[in-house]
């Protein structure tokens, strides 16, 4: 299985993206997807996850912002983002378990110009 992110860009302060990580492979079974996203000299950091039966998360900082939604015949993931604010700017990673290994998307940039 293979994850595919894409999405990202350079979008001013205040407005919005929509990343999207495909999964593709002989045989995908969701169990679940979580975004990640890594800005310069920090730790990556969750930002939201999607479990199987749909419910959601998101970290504190993205509340109200971000919305994660799942398309299950296309099996793609989607990171829905508002009101950007230059704090966003990061390179953002979609992640996956496959017969319990994880699995990461190549990670798709974000920068958010002030």
């Known amino acids: 299985v293979q994850l595919q992110a894409s999405g990202g860009g350079l979008v001013q302060a205040g407005g919005s993206l929509r990343l999207s990580c495909a999964a593709s492979?002989?045989?995908?079974?969701?169990?679940?997807m979580g975004w990640y996203r890594q800005a310069p000299g920090k730790q990556r950091e969750l930002v939201a996850s999607?479990?199987?039966?749909?419910?959601?998360n998101y970290a504190d900082s993205v509340k109200g912002r971000f919305t994660i939604s799942r398309d299950k015949g296309k099996n793609v993931v989607y990171l829905q983002m508002y009101s950007l604010k230059p704090e966003d700017t990061a390179v953002y990673y979609c992640?996956?378990?496959?017969?319990?290994?994880?699995?990461w998307g190549q990670g798709t940039l974000v920068t958010v110009s002030s």
């Open positions: 492979g002989s045989i995908f079974s969701f169990n679940g």
């Open positions: 992640q996956t378990y496959v017969s319990g290994s994880s699995v």
């Open positions: 999607i479990s199987i039966d749909s419910s959601t």
